[in-house]
């Protein structure tokens, strides 16, 4: 393989090297790791996505381009012993998108390249068939109108035109003929016409396969797939073969698995006397390629689909044609699959041993392992829902869930709904710290008004409840007890269907499962994973119910809150009275924390159980605690020891509840905010006063504190770090936003910000969490709290640190823990 320089345009197949994506990328990557394989791939060279930077850039040709490209075009004649716009064999070629990550169907081709009177001509007599070149010169004439030239109607009558000719016509006649009215068709549309001499057609194809990268439904694609939109795509352009050209021709798409289950074996569908783009048009049923390709073709193609995915490690996506009976690639990619498909591909890679476990866990990825686990409506039925016109309004996804229930207008009315066993939606105007009890009791909320950080909000999250806010068209008549939506009136008791991702707020019930895929697939997969890693990972639990939920996820711990199981358990008036009068009443704290904890420790079992102390500082306190009621009249409360009777009480409740329910569970107490060794040796006094039965030790949440974590750790039993808190602190944003689509989204946009703050770690972040994983010690362990979606970087870089420590949301252990078992696989 040679070495083209870095600062040349465009890369032949045979020479290009397959690994350099970017440059390629995705398909022109695939077309010269096959090439360089020796496998059947019809010739060409790849346009690098740096010439389309540069036209975007410049909006412009970059300069030296058009010669490149022609002296490529001049060594691809002499290796297919063709001529291009010319005889005796014409060389025809397709212009294709190929951009770095895959965006299947979002940018422009180009078929049938190449045509002129000389070369359908020359066609003509080479395959002795005038009718197959007039369906050429009609494809091409229509694809280079609409793509390159923006025509909408390719012309009424064009294939009526084509179907007339006779097999043995004069070429050049019919050339003339089709040709005509095609041109007629496009002046008709938009007064422009398709050059007839190919060079120029093949500059405008490459041309408008840049402008693609920037249009609307590209950009759409990218924004939603979080895909960057400064990549740029390369072009490829390659030698046709025909599918289209007699019986025994055709063409197809085939999966190396089904990547819609993920069963092992050929899927696919082959059409025959076709080109590709009839397979994708469905304009015409395809057959299943197991039964539509003749036998020894299909051997052929069995065979090397096997080949291509042992040494791809990965299920692929390959395009193909057949010719005269003869097998040629046109394209191999990563395979998109469902997530069910996803899981359990990963788990037979896994069992079958071709591929490394590396490699088979690349083939899974977190976000599919949560909409696997993940209780979600039926999709069929949220189809139909819509088709149906129940869809009543979209408001702003504040927490994810898929839920169904009862209406409910009231908060109090919402309460006795749930005690009486029935799932509640709570739809208000707004919600106010005096709804709490009733946003507590519902399955799902939805607000007419407010937004990402509205106390429905912050309070949902907190809780964890699928929420709804800023539903505008929604008007709530409590005393009426309906709520209306564009003249449609619902009642209370109706029921209602709501999803916190999408916003949307259904009429009626839509059924909600979870999918078998979670349980064997995908066990087997997260065992390899946790075996790899050897991380432990704690999930967060409120109540004795969320406990064998946490545990069949494969948390070897739980962490709770003091606040969070009080508030769900409804004493949150009573936590807030009691901090209101201050030092005489907290006997009643420490006896609600003994009895709400006693349950829940019990279920826990022989586990580690890490409980954060209340903290009345963090965002969450303003709306659950009235911090600043609280913190006004007791400003001693705003400092993490200031009220030491405050820890005392937290630490008898706990040791009192270990007592009641015999449980075995090791219990420690975090403390938010400490960032003094002083403080760390404040809380151990305090701990080994009230018994010595709990360890405590310092949550971090500031810089000072995560600098100074090894004389923290030293008067410590155990220290916990909080991402998220750290990266509020460096960046100066409050730690709410960090967990909200606005206003970060609009801020990135206008590139404000080198990173953003909510997926990846900054510099001096990391900086820090490696102070905090360096004083980690068989007498201390350090673990980091991590709170929503973990994104798979952080958690490799997390893991980088030296961290194996982690606690979570419930939901978020599998993802976490396939995260980081790639990061240990070098995944």
């Known amino acids: 393989m040679t070495s083209p320089s870095d600062t040349s345009f465009t890369l032949a197949f045979a020479e290009a090297d397959p690994a350099d994506v970017d440059r390629l990328g995705g398909k022109g990557s695939g077309l010269a790791r096959m090439t360089q394989q020796g496998l059947r791939v019809p010739p060409g060279y790849v346009i690098g996505t740096g010439a389309c930077r540069s036209y975007l850039r410049e909006k412009a040709m970059p300069a030296g381009l058009a010669d490149e490209v022609f002296a490529r075009l001049a060594a691809l004649e002499a290796q297919a012993g063709k001529t291009f716009g010319g005889g005796p064999l014409p060389l025809l070629l397709s212009v294709r998108s190929g951009a770095p990550i895959s965006m299947p169907g979002m940018m422009d081709t180009i078929l049938n390249l190449g045509l002129n009177r000389a070369a359908a001509v020359a066609l003509a007599e080479a395959t002795g068939d005038s009718r197959f070149v007039a369906d050429l010169i009609a494809r091409f004439h229509a694809m280079y109108s609409e793509t390159v030239l923006g025509a909408l109607d390719p012309g009424e009558g064009i294939g009526a035109l084509v179907d007339a000719v006779e097999q043995d016509e004069d070429p050049g006649a019919v050339y003339d003929r089709v040709w005509a009215a095609c041109e007629q068709a496009l002046a008709d549309d938009t007064g422009d016409s398709v050059p007839a001499e190919p060079r120029d057609q093949l500059l405008g194809a490459v041309e408008a396969v840049f402008r693609s990268w920037n249009t609307r439904r590209a950009r759409t694609y990218r924004d939603f797939h979080t895909i960057p939109h400064d990549l740029g795509t390369a072009v490829v352009v390659q030698s046709m073969v025909f599918g289209n050209l007699s019986a025994d021709s055709g063409s197809g798409v085939v999966f190396t698995r089904n990547p819609v289950t993920g069963e092992p074996g050929l899927f696919g569908e082959y059409l025959a006397h076709s080109q590709g783009e009839d397979v994708v048009a469905g304009t015409r049923t395809p057959d299943p390629v197991v039964e539509a390709l003749a036998a020894p073709v299909l051997d052929e193609l069995r065979s090397t689909c096997a080949d291509l995915e042992k040494a791809q490690g990965d299920v692929l996506d390959i395009e193909f044609t057949v010719e005269r009976s003869v097998l040629y690639l046109l394209q191999v990619r990563s395979a998109k699959r469902t997530p069910e498909a996803a899981v359990r591909i990963a788990a037979d890679f896994l069992a079958e041993g071709d591929v490394t476990p590396a490699a088979a866990l690349r083939t899974v990825t977190p976000d599919q392992v949560r909409q696997v686990q993940r209780p979600g409506f039926d999709e069929a039925e949220v189809a139909q829902a819509r088709a149906d016109g129940r869809l009543l309004t979209t408001g702003i996804g504040a927490c994810p869930g898929q839920v169904g229930g009862t209406l409910v207008l009231d908060p109090d009315r919402a309460k006795d709904c749930a005690d009486a066993g029935r799932d509640v939606i709570l739809a208000r105007a707004v919600t106010s710290p005096a709804d709490l009890h009733g946003m507590i009791a519902a399955q799902g909320i939805v607000t007419a008004t407010g937004g990402s950080t509205s106390h429905a909000a912050v309070v949902a999250r907190a809780l964890g409840t699928a929420c709804v806010v800023g539903a505008g068209a929604i008007v709530v008549d409590e005393a009426a007890r309906t709520l209306t939506v564009d003249g449609r009136v619902l009642s209370e008791g109706d029921e209602v269907s709501l999803d916190g991702a999408s916003g949307e707020l259904f009429t009626g019930t839509i059924s909600t499962s979870t999918p078998a895929a979670a349980t064997g697939a995908l066990g087997t997969v997260l065992a390899k994973a946790a075996d790899a890693s050897r991380c432990g990972i704690l999930a967060r639990v409120t109540l004795p119910g969320d406990v064998p939920t946490a545990r069949e996820a494969g948390a070897v711990g739980l962490v709770t809150a003091v606040d969070d199981v009080l508030a769900a358990n409804g004493h949150l008036d009573g936590l ?235 939901a978020e252990a599998r993802p976490l823990m396939l995260a980081l078992g790639k990061a240990a696989l070098g995944g």
């Not at 009895?595 to 079992?605: H, R, V």
């Not at 005392?648 to 329910?661: H, I």
């Not at 002083?678 to 006094?685: C, F, I, K, T, V």
């Open 576 to 810: 807030v009275q009691q901090l209101l009068e201050g030092e005489g009443s907290f006997e009643r704290i420490t006896e609600l924390i003994a009895e709400e904890f006693t349950p829940l420790l019990a279920a826990a079992g022989d586990i580690e159980v890490g409980v954060r102390a209340i903290d009345l500082v963090a965002d969450e306190s303003r709306e659950l605690l009235q911090q600043t009621a609280v913190t006004t009249r007791h400003p001693q409360l705003s400092v993490p020891l200031g009220v030491p009777a405050l820890i005392e009480a937290q630490l008898t409740g706990l040791a009192t509840a270990l007592d009641r329910s015999l449980s075995p569970a090791r219990v420690h107490l975090a403390v938010r905010h400490l960032s003094d060794p002083a403080e760390a040796a404040a809380l151990r006094d305090l701990a080994e006063a009230a018994g010595g039965r709990i360890t405590v030790g310092p949550y971090l949440t500031s810089p000072r504190a995560a600098r100074g974590a090894a004389g923290l750790a030293e008067a410590s039993g155990v220290v916990w770090v909080e991402a998220r808190a750290l990266q509020s602190a460096v960046f100066g944003i409050p730690a709410r936003q960090l967990l909200t689509a606005e206003p970060l989204d609009e801020y990135l946009r206008r590139g404000l910000l080198a990173i953003d703050p909510r997926t990846t770690l900054d510099p001096v972040v990391r900086e820090l969490l490696g102070a905090v994983a360096a004083a980690q010690s068989d007498a201390c362990p350090v673990g980091v709290r991590l709170t929503g979606e973990v994104p798979q970087d952080a958690a490799a870089q997390l893991y980088e640190l030296g961290f194996r420590r982690f606690a979570v949301d419930a």
